[in-house]
């Protein structure tokens, strides 16, 4: 989903702090371009204000009563796939961001973002952009740049560290993509839309588009954020 330029981008926010949910609704209202359609409380009503509403961005917590906002991010991709999820939380350990990712989010910002920054955030997700915490990017692709093992070399535990969850490195994937396409698919992974895509390496839109069609289909995925995930844990980019 791509937002016209000239219409407001509609955002649901989910968050059950209603002096987090107040603050956040007035900082967003004063910047042009964005309406806030709708609030809700926990990830159970959001779902529903989501197939009521048909936001354009959620903003959405993670930490919730009756639903957390991954069960939700979950339920709204496979209800209304073409409503972008950001999430917005003070969580920021290994498996909570792979778990968001997993189930659809399009961005995973912490709360401690200046409403200015959020809305340029909203604007590139409403986009088509992926965004990810600069902190938090760095990680998720650091966990799948490891290398791989030598066969003759017996298997050595990943060392824990202190609030890192340890990631499994998986197997590189057998799906072949074209150079292009994994030149496409890096700059997804790097929060690219698909305009700024196309004047970085100096193609037509609409070139950029099928790349990401025919990347999709490869990796059976529905989204550019489950694309990039994707290739990252198989080890493909």
Known sequence: MTVDSSDNISILIVEDHEFTRMGLKLSLEQISGLQIVGEAQDGEAGVRKVLELKPDIVLMDIEMPNMDGIEATKQIKEKAPEVRVIMLTSHKSDQTIFAALSAGANGYCLKNISAQQLSTVIKM????AVWLDPGIANRVLSAYS???????????????IEGILP??????????????????????????????????LGLGLETIK???????????VSDRTEAAVKAMKQGIM
Do not use: C, F, Y
């Open 210 to 220: 099928t790349h990401m069609r025919h990347i999709m289909e490869k990796l059976a």
């Open 167 to 200: 990631l499994p490195r998986q197997q590189k994937s057998s799906t072949s993509l074209s150079p292009r396409e994994t030149e496409v698919l890096r700059l997804v992974a790097d929060g690219l839309s698909n305009q700024k895509i196309a004047a970085r």
């Open 146 to 160: 490891l290398p791989e093992p030598q066969p003759a070399v017996p298997k050595v535990a990943a060392p824990k």
């Open 125 to 128: 997700v409403a986009d088509g």
